[in-house]
Nanobody, 117 residues
Framework: VQLVESGGGLVQPGRSQTLSCAAS????????MTWYRQTPGKERELAAS????????NYADSVKGRFTISRDNAKNTVYLQMNSLKPEDTAAYYC???????????WGQGTQVTVSS
């Protein structure tokens, strides 16, 4: 499974940004997808996850109500819509894929999001 994230950058507090993660090398609809984020000196934390068919979504408390995860199985892509961004959302965001029924998982290279005025 190959994952390529895009959409990071510098954004002002209160604004919105959308991250994309394009997957290849596996049947996308059989992948559970997760966005993680990490800041220097801290452990990587789950931001949002979505089941393989999109029926189940989970969010970290810190992003609930502001972030929305979605997927387009026709485009082999998962998205993270981030609204009302705060400086504390500044992090490297990583896409993770786990095939349904398996223990192996795969990571993208990450995309940096910096929230600053």
């Amino acid at each position: 499974v190959q994952l390529v994230e895009s959409g990071g950058g510098l954004v002002q507090p209160g604004r919105s940004q959308t991250l994309s993660c394009a997957a290849s090398g596996f049947t996308f609809r059989r992948l559970a997808m997760t966005w993680y984020r990490q800041t220097p000196g801290k452990e990587r934390e789950l931001a949002a996850s979505i089941s393989s068919v999109g029926g189940t979504k989970n969010y970290a408390d810190s992003v609930k109500g502001r972030f929305t995860i979605s997927r387009d199985n026709a485009k082999n892509t998962v998205y993270l819509q981030m609204n009302s961004l705060k400086p504390e959302d500044t992090a490297a965001y990583y896409c993770n894929a786990r095939p349904v029924g398996r223990w192996d998982d795969y990571w993208g290279q990450g995309t940096q999001v910096t929230v600053s005025s």
